[in-house]
């Protein structure tokens, strides 16, 4: 169950990516849309209430102008980490095997 409970968390294509997009810094919502290649803000917007929701990120409204919305891993979200860099290097070493480079 601990595994289902995990991926349930984690579901969808870009949950993963938005999280190692916060593992090192804290960003702006339109700093995430261009990391996370390809996502639309809508989509964006839905993965990181949900995100939210589960405890993961933690949103902050700056008050710049216009204001400006931060989104950071949360102490919780930050436990990721270490399953975020095995699945990068599981990919880098994949990717040696199929492709050859």
Known sequence: MAVHDAMDVLNGKWKISIIAAL?????????LLN?????????????????????LVKRTV?????????????EYGGKLK??????????????KKIIGK
């Open 35 to 55: 990391d996370v290649k390809g996502i639309s803000g809508k989509m964006l917007s839905r993965e990181l209430k949900e995100m939210e929701t589960h405890k």
């Open 23 to 31: 593992c090192f810094n804290k960003k702006r919502y339109s700093d």
């Open 82 to 95: 270490s399953v975020i860099s095995n699945l990068a290097d599981w990919g880098l070493a994949h990717r």
């Open 62 to 74: 700056l008050s710049t102008q216009p204001i400006t919305v931060q989104y950071e891993l949360t």
